[in-house]
């Protein structure tokens, strides 16, 4: 079936870096353009980073832009986010899902089970 | 910028029928999407374009939308649906996702 697994989360204090991890596999990946969407302990839903499916756009949320790039490698069916200088309210749980568009419209679905990042001294 | 606000919480007895709302300025010209989130568990979709249900969905989620304000409706409340409830638009300016505050259904 259509899956999204991430990884590379774990425990880094302020101003390191992590790489997070997106594997793909049940549908044809370099047809989706695929995003980033954080949660924060016990706090909703906030989008955080998108790609286009061939990689040539990205786009950022304003809190994030300049410390996260949001890059893929479609031979591997992999997306990936390098997060930099990494701040405590980057804390959050980090899913990717996949894009969908029908008739234009989007829509994000499925989603992976998602990884926790957790930034503390 | 754009925001959907949703009531934090709702309550309903079993067998119930629950009404999670979701508002937003012209929203009567955007595409609403519903998500169901369980405890430690991903986001799942359960209504989409307004009113559609993917499939494996039970039949007793519905999605509707009125003015300004856009309605998922849960008939005949389970136990099982607790959990906590995303709408989602998305934001034609800036081409991202946006998500309400989310709604947690507490089944008494």
């Known amino acids: 079936q259509e899956q999204l697994v991430e990884s590379g989360g774990g425990v880094v204090q302020p101003g390191k870096s992590l790489r997070l991890s997106c594997a793909a596999s049940?549908?044809?990946?370099?047809?989706?353009?695929i995003h980033w969407v954080r949660q924060a302990p016990g706090k909703g839903l906030e989008w955080v980073a998108g790609i286009s499916d061939v990689g040539s756009n990205e786009y950022y949320a304003d809190s994030v832009k300049g410390r996260f790039t949001i890059s893929r490698d479609n031979s591997k069916n992999t997306l990936y986010m390098q997060l930099n200088s990494l701040r405590v309210e980057d804390t959050a749980v980090y899913y990717c899902?996949?894009?969908?568009?029908?008739?234009?419209?989007?829509?994000?679905?499925?989603w992976g089970q998602g990884t926790l990042v957790t930034v503390s001294s | 910028s754009y925001v959907l606000p949703q009531p934090p919480s709702v309550s309903v007895a079993p067998g119930k029928t629950a009404r999670i709302t979701c508002g937003g300025n012209?929203?009567?010209?955007?595409?609403v999407h519903w998500y169901q989130q369980k405890p430690d568990q991903a986001p799942v979709l359960v209504i989409y374009?307004?009113?559609d249900r993917p499939s494996g969905i039970p039949e007793r989620f519905s999605g509707s939308k009125s003015g300004n304000t856009a309605t998922l409706t849960i008939s005949r409340v389970e136990a099982g649906d607790e959990a906590d409830y995303f709408c989602?638009?998305?934001?034609?300016?800036?081409?991202?996702?946006?998500f309400g505050g989310g709604t947690k259904l507490t089944v008494l």
């Open positions: 012209n929203i009567e010209t955007k595409s």
């Open positions: 899902a996949r894009e969908v568009q029908w008739r234009g419209i989007p829509r994000l679905d499925p």
């Open positions: 049940g549908f044809t990946f370099s047809n989706y353009a």
């Open positions: 989602h638009v998305w934001d034609s300016g800036s081409s991202h996702p946006l």
């Open positions: 374009y307004d009113s």
